[in-house]
């Protein structure tokens, strides 16, 4: 079964670093989405993107993140200057004709 | 803006013994609602969803919601847990006019042996 995938599984850097986070989508996938998780919270909404731009961000998603897709499978999430309330798990998401949402296992970012 | 409530962060039950978690939402004109699983170090995995038809919805695991509309409430149960069941629920509510749900603050179901 087709599934989404994320790396790295766990990702920690200091503050100010600058952070990539990879997804690769369902492959026939044309929706791509990005959510956070601050521990024990809940998922928040980051970012989606279609057609090689993005069609919707929240308020957290300001001038810190920046997504890209560099290829046909790749999705990533940039972080330029990491600050210690980035720490989360960050999950990637696809959807596809039946707009279910396909989530990746997540990326569990810490800022030290 | 849409807004789900989970009214509880933590449901402990004990195995064999049925669970209800609790979601409502605010109304709208048409949603889509649905129940997310997330194991413990693990992504959301999609338990069931309610996009339209039956509003008794049956899901994987042995899992099953029902939607009502005049109380917005999207509650899911299970007649019998086993203590795999033990993970973080959401609840996720998506209106017609937008492909990003929002999700709960998830409730915590705790199976005791």
């Known amino acids: 079964e087709p599934e989404v995938t994320q790396t790295p599984s766990h990702q920690v850097t200091q503050m100010g670093q600058e952070v990539i986070l990879r997804c690769v989508p369902i492959?026939?996938?044309?929706?791509f989405y990005w959510y956070r998780q601050i521990l024990g919270q809940k998922v928040e909404f980051l970012v989606s993107?279609?057609?090689?731009?993005?069609?919707?961000k929240s308020e957290i998603f300001d001038d810190q993140f920046s997504v890209e897709r560099p290829d046909g499978s790749n999705f990533t999430l940039k972080i330029r200057s990491t600050k210690l309330e980035d720490s989360a798990m960050y999950f990637c998401?696809?959807?596809?004709?039946?707009?279910?949402?396909?989530f990746g296992p997540g990326t569990r970012l810490t800022v030290l | 803006a849409q807004s789900v409530t989970q009214l509880d962060s933590q449901v402990p039950v004990f195995e064999e013994a049925p669970v209800e978690l609790r979601c409502n939402y605010s109304?709208?004109?048409?949603?889509?609602l649905f129940w997310y699983v997330q194991y413990p170090n693990q992504g959301l995995q999609l338990l069931l969803k309610?996009?339209?038809?039956?509003?008794l919805v049956k899901g994987i695991n042995g899992f099953e919601a029902e939607f009502n509309k005049s109380q917005t409430s999207f509650h899911l149960r299970k007649p019998s847990v086993h203590i795999s069941d033990t993970a973080e629920y959401f609840c996720?509510?998506?209106?017609?006019?937008?492909?990003?749900?929002?999700f709960g603050r998830g409730t915590s179901l705790i199976v005791h042996p």
């Open positions: 998401a696809s959807t596809g004709a039946t707009l279910e949402q396909f």
């Open positions: 492959s026939n996938h044309l929706y």
């Open positions: 993107f279609y057609n090689n731009e993005i069609s919707e």
């Open positions: 109304s709208s004109v048409s949603v889509y």
């Open positions: 309610y996009l339209s038809g039956s509003t």
């Open positions: 996720a509510v998506r209106t017609g006019g937008s492909y990003i749900p929002t």
